[in-house]
């Protein structure tokens, strides 16, 4: 080897020869050139498609309700709805794999049908399960074709009009002299027998009064711009008789505004701001009953305040609904 050769060769400790160093920038470029290229496999998609159930377990149903009471927006509907699913799911439940289907809700329907239970109550419960398909189908829980056989269950067909219980002008005033007594009790219940009588209010109607609702309009005292079910707003004229009962106990209990009604303790002292529905028809049952009609419901005042205004008006709605079928109104 000669000195040339020699000193070329020399290289400092640690240094890379030239052959390594070559090598080393080729598979670096190599990684380079792989690291551009790369993209991020796609996952493969799952080939197992999800299918709705057929058969619903109790959470999938409590799911479904509560869906459905979120979708309401009356407290009535709310608690009519509720108890309606409530009785269907006890009774789905009790039967070990049924399929949520037509089928089942045809049965379930029969099984209604065998109760005495009038066809508006078969008829609200169906509309409740219906409620419950749809909202299990828009949930992914049920599939919609199963969701569109349940809401063609049809309902319970209704033959004839029902009368209720209907109080003469006798039966009417011997229930408001059922409560003669001077007690503030006594008081705050003949007034509200003669809302009820005397302006046919309903009693979630009754509960939420007030006594700035009592105006005065050309002379005569009304309900202004009371707000009923459905959101219907109407004024509702007020006799002399309920003004006067109302009048004595709102002086009696030293009411300026605020509700109207109010709950009365033990001690004969108000107590709270108002009072619930509940409380209404347990006064109307118990004084009904010790006038000798334990029948009489608070609604039945209802009607009977309607008919006592109006007297022809189920004759005017059947006269109308005949001249419609046969086309000459």
């Not at 809401?151 to 009009?161: H, M, P, Q, S, T």
């Not at 002086?251 to 209404?280: C, D, E, M, Q, Y």
Request: aromatic letters at 6%.
């Amino acid at each position: 080897m000669t000195v040339i050769g020699a000193l070329s060769s020399f290289r400092e400790p640690g240094e890379m020869s030239p052959h390594k160093r070559g090598a080393g920038q080729r598979i670096g470029h190599r990684i380079t050139l792989f690291a551009a290229e790369w993209r991020p496999r796609a996952m493969a998609k799952s080939r197992r498609k999800r299918t709705p159930k057929r058969v619903l377990k109790l959470p999938d149903l409590e799911h479904s309700k509560s869906a459905v009471l979120n979708s309401l927006t009356s407290a009535s509907s709310k608690r009519s709805y509720d108890q309606a699913i409530r009785e269907f799911i006890d009774w789905y439940c009790s039967e070990p794999r049924l399929a949520f289907n037509r089928t089942v809700v045809t049965r379930y329907r029969i099984a209604l049908e065998q109760h005495p239970y009038a066809p508006s109550t078969i008829n609200l419960r169906l509309a409740a399960i219906r409620r419950l398909a749809y909202e299990a189908s828009d949930c992914g829980l049920l599939s919609p074709d199963l969701a569109a056989g349940i809401r063609r269950v049809k309902g319970v067909r209704r033959l004839g009009v029902r009368v209720g219980n209907w109080l003469t002008a006798e039966e009417g005033k011997k229930l408001l002299a059922a409560e003669n007594g001077d007690t503030l009790r006594s008081r705050r219940n003949r007034a509200l027998l003669s809302l009820l009588i005397g302006c046919g209010l309903r009693r979630a109607e009754v509960t939420t009064l007030r006594l700035e609702d009592l105006q005065l309009r050309e002379g005569h005292w009304v309900i202004a711009d009371l707000r009923e079910k459905g959101g219907h707003i109407r004024t509702i004229p007020v006799p002399q008789c309920v003004k006067e009962a109302i009048d004595s106990w709102a002086v009696g209990a030293g009411i300026n505004a605020g509700p109207l009604l109010r709950s009365i303790n033990k001690a004969g002292r108000i107590w709270g701001h108002g009072f619930t529905p509940k409380v209404i028809w347990a006064i109307v049952k118990a004084n009904a009953k010790s006038c000798g009609l334990p029948s009489v419901a608070p609604h039945d005042l209802r009607s009977y305040a309607e008919f006592r205004t109006m007297p022809n008006a189920r004759f005017l709605q059947a006269t109308v609904k005949l001249a419609a079928i046969n086309g000459s109104a």
